[in-house]
């Protein structure tokens, strides 16, 4: 696809991980509760009730601007941003308008040519609303019911410069955004809903279209290329590409049409009366950050030896790199090829986070490939027999009791030896081939003997001790 | 150990909108004082209704906090009083339940927002009660009846459960028929509440002095000057001479800010009410409503149907002074000016210690005498600076103006609400 022309900026909101809400001691843990449990005056807006600030979600929130780059302004405040929808209580959000809490900072990715810093427009800190549960069918049993347990749950919206130019870079931003918020130990990224996207996106000299509701990492580059294709399309037809809002439908992977009413919002934003502004540049000073992605990345390389391409995989996510550094204790490069490339595919394949894959299990596989128990082949098969057996809620097995249950163990010395000499016994035509200078012929028979030992064999040492036996044959002759 | 009293009231002004027969209360420096409370402070398990017919029934799950510090004094709570809807209001006409009568002459109007709780006191029915001054409703209704009245200075009383109407400028307070009344009441609601964010530390622990001896006492010529009754000018005047012959000296002064004092006053309370009410929309809380219709059109419906038209008239003004190419030209303008107020309060005080006029430009209105809003709006052009400026003002009887009652008001700098109170003393205690 071709890139030049795409400008894409991204709206990003996410639940930061406070243990209580941000204006309330309600939990934020609900999402195994029933609806509006985890509720008091405040977060229902009842009449007369007061937010009170967590200063907790507004240190996470300097973690981020800080981890960032941003530049934090000397004092922030919120305002009330109003506007009428079910699932808003007080008929108005709290939020941050013109004194955001941060400006100005930079998220580095790897782009299309090269890494490359994306600019950050900024950060501010709001309240989520409700949410609306719409029940019934037919346009008359149609109802809503509302769950004011999301209510008052602390987001940060963060806002970036059209800086990004594909698709697969939105994804990219996205990914290493997830990554340093997960390191900031602010952002649980596996929490349902915890993760909304609005994406402006256009194509040089075309209306900018903004996409709204995209709710997954995937989603976004979905919902990106669908709009691309759709715009190129439009302007193919000799159109107008319209200035709109559109909303991104997940199941279908398409963008519809919103109405324009939305658009027309005029919010009367003011400051909220009911809290104070907030001195917060002193209190920037004072965070500790923990080591970033790229920090890690590049600790990686120096302290384990890790390729550059392994090493951005391996610091690609918290629990990653912390899986990977407990694996390496154990053998850094094998630890990092099987975690890089063939544990993350099979994870990838069944849907399943790195949590999926037990520790111990991993690590003792690790120890049966650095002893040279089993072959590669056979490590492959025992990490999907375990994940298999995870996904099917059962104990999984510990890697040693497979290889002795299936027989895995490489074939090697006497026992490859003898099963050498028999092939060699077994099929005559084929080695006079060989002999007769034939290289494939020499294929045949290690294919035979893999098929004897079922694949437990060493392909390299077979393939040296087939030459060995063959050629002893021939200086005999 | 709980004690009950028995409250009925023969209600002839309309001072409530909720009594409770049978009351309970406790041990404490309140003990069964009876003490009623305006129907815009949250009562947990009680009618909250702002005098609104669109929070009929809303029955609040929870106490403001300055009802829970009432109770604990051992204050017997006796019902819900009577107001201009969500404080709207200078007369206590504006109520969806029919208005409050003042004690002194029923053909009048005993002031407002708060008109029920001052009615109250005035009338005998209960000992204290609670009110909230937006711009004056504390003060007006207080100056009105006959009684005394605080303003405290912002922050100085939690406002949690009070039912928002314009939160950057209202203030919970003390009626009583005294200033002692007032000051005992007073020490029971002032303190910190963590729950209000704009609220601050500094209880209230004092017992009224009447020693004024060497206080500088400002007399601003607005407060005297055009649109003031001459005659209620003449007796607050009266009244300061009555503290200058208690060792205190007037100064006469000037506060230029107060031409822009009520503009920036009804732009700030009616953007921050238009914010505040939109909550309200008829499904939440009330009546309920038609299920058939969809949210926005039965919202409408049940706002134009359950709002008085006062409130409408004060929403649509708010959400205008708000809107996107106004905001500028209304909001912020009025923030100019509120700060213009506060940097008058600074300088005057740099001068003065207190300063004094009259609470209201007149007596109380007759019944309907008022109909046309902007003429209401004008008459609060005296209490409105104090909220503006969130420094204390009190209402203190001073003398009668064609057989009615008529207030001194006393203004002090922030957080001297003991000044405030002591020179009210001193001139309650001098005119006897
Ligand atoms: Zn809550």
């Known amino acids: 696809m071709e890139h030049d022309d795409v400008i894409i900026g991204l709206e990003i909101h996410c639940q930061l991980n406070t243990r209580s809400k941000l204006f309330c001691g309600c939990s934020t843990d609900f999402r195994d509760d029933e609806p509006n449990t985890h509720t008091c005056p405040v977060c229902l807006g009842l009449p007369g009730s007061m937010p009170v600030l967590n200063k907790k979600v507004i240190e996470f929130a300097m973690r981020v601007a800080k981890a960032l780059n941003c530049s934090v302004l000397k004092e922030c405040d919120f305002s009330r941003k109003n506007y009428f929808y079910p699932d808003l209580n007080k008929a108005y959000q709290i939020t941050q308008y013109d004194r955001p809490l941060a400006e100005w900072g930079k998220l580095m990715i790897e782009g299309e040519d090269g890494e490359r810093d994306i600019r950050i427009t900024r950060i501010h800190v709001e309240e989520d609303p409700g949410r609306s549960v719409h029940m019934g069918t037919t346009d008359r049993g149609k109802y809503t019911l509302i769950d004011y347990n999301r209510a008052g749950v602390p987001l940060i919206e963060i806002v970036t410069e059209p800086d990004l130019k594909s698709p697969k870079e939105a994804r990219r931003f996205l990914n290493k955004l997830r990554a340093t918020l997960e390191y900031l130990n602010v952002f649980d990224s596996e929490k349902e809903g915890s993760l909304r996207v609005d994406a402006n996106i256009s194509l040089k000299g075309s209306g900018r279209v903004e996409v709204k509701n995209i709710s997954s990492y995937k989603g976004v580059e979905k919902a990106l290329t669908f709009e691309i294709t759709r715009q190129r399309n439009v302007i193919r037809r000799g159109q107008v590409v319209a200035r709109e809002t559109r909303h991104f439908v997940e199941a279908r992977g398409i963008t519809t049409s919103s109405r324009s009413k939305e658009e027309e919002n005029d919010y009367r934003y003011f400051p909220e009366p009911d809290l104070m502004p907030m001195q917060v540049s002193d209190w920037v000073e004072g965070i500790v950050l923990p080591e970033l992605p790229d920090a890690r990345r590049e600790r990686f390389m120096q302290q384990y030896g890790c390729s550059l391409e392994h090493a951005r995989t391996l610091t690609g996510g918290l629990k990653l790199a912390e899986f990977y550094e407990q694996v390496a204790k154990a053998d850094p490069d094998l630890a990092a090829t099987w975690t890089a490339d063939y544990l993350l595919g099979e994870l990838n394949y069944r849907d399943f986070s790195i949590d999926a894959m037990p520790i111990v299990h991993f690590m003792e596989l690790i120890g049966l490939l650095k002893a040279d128990t089993i072959t590669d082949k056979s490590g492959v098969e025992i990490l999907r027999i375990i994940l298999d057996q995870v996904k099917n809620g059962e104990k999984p097995e510990m890697p040693a009791s497979i290889v002795n249950r299936l027989g895995l163990a490489k074939t090697g010395g006497d026992e490859i030896t003898d099963m050498v000499r028999a092939v060699i016994a077994e099929n005559p035509q084929p080695v006079a081939d060989y002999h007769a200078g034939k290289g494939p012929a020499l294929n045949f028979l290690v294919g035979q003997v893999m098929k004897k030992c079922r694949g437990r064999a060493d392909p390299g040492h077979l393939n040296a001790l087939l030459r060995e036996e063959l050629g002893k044959m021939q200086d005999g002759a | ?432």
């Open chain 2, 1 to 432: 150990m709980a004690k009950t009293l028995t409250f009925t009231p023969d209600d002839k002004v309309h001072a409530f909108i909720t009594t409770i027969p049978e009351v309970s209360y406790e041990d404490g420096p309140l003990s069964g004082v009876t003490v009623a409370i305006k129907d815009n402070i949250s009562t947990r398990g009680i009618e909250t209704t702002c005098a609104s017919q669109i929070l009929k029934g809303y029955i609040p799950p929870y106490d403001a906090h300055v009802v829970t510090l009432l109770k604990s004094a051992g204050a017997a709570i006796v019902g819900k009083t009577n107001m201009d809807e969500f404080g709207m209001g200078t007369t206590t006409e504006n109520s969806s339940f029919g208005p409050t009568l003042n004690p002194c002459d029923p053909g009048r109007v005993p002031g407002g927002s708060s008109g029920g709780s001052a009615a109250a006191v005035a009338a005998g029915y209960c000992d204290m009660a609670l009110g909230s001054d937006t711009g004056g409703s504390i003060r007006c209704p207080a100056a009105f009846c006959g009684i005394v009245g605080l303003k405290p200075t912002y922050g100085r009383v939690s406002r949690y459960g009070l039912i928002a109407y314009a939160n950057s400028l209202e203030q919970i307070g003390p009626m009583a028929k005294d200033v002692t009344g007032v000051s005992r009441l007073f020490s029971v609601i002032a303190g910190h509440d963590k729950r209000d964010s704009t609220s601050v530390d500094r209880p209230y622990i004092h017992t009224p002095n009447p020693s004024v001896k060497g206080l500088r006492i400002g007399l601003p010529e607005e407060f005297f000057g055009k649109g003031v009754d001459p005659k209620v000018a003449d007796t607050v005047k009266k009244a300061v001479s009555v503290l200058e012959q208690a060792g205190a000296e007037a100064v006469p002064c000037s506060m230029p800010s107060m031409s822009h004092a009520l503009a920036a006053y009804y732009v700030i309370c009616t953007s921050e009410a238009s914010s505040n009410l939109a909550r309200f929309d008829g499904i939440r809380y009330g009546p309920g409503g038609d299920l058939r219709k969809s949210w926005h059109e039965e919202f409408s419906d049940r706002r134009q149907e359950r709002f008085g038209k006062e409130v409408r008239r004060r929403i649509i003004l708010g959400t205008f002074s708000l809107a996107a190419g106004y905001f500028g030209r209304y909001y912020q303008k009025a923030q100019t000016a509120r700060q213009m107020v506060r940097d008058d309060f600074a300088r005057l005080f740099g001068e003065v210690d207190m300063i004094a006029g009259p609470t209201m430009p007149s007596i109380a209105f007759k019944l309907r005498e008022k109909s046309d809003p902007l003429q209401m709006y004008l008459s609060d052009i005296l209490t409105v600076p104090a909220n503006l400026a969130g420094v204390p003002a009190i209402s203190v009887p001073c003398g009668q103006v064609e057989g009615m009652p008529v207030g001194l008001q006393l203004i002090g700098r922030h957080f001297e609400d003991e000044k405030v109170i002591d020179t009210a003393f001193a001139y309650e205690q001098g005119a006897v």
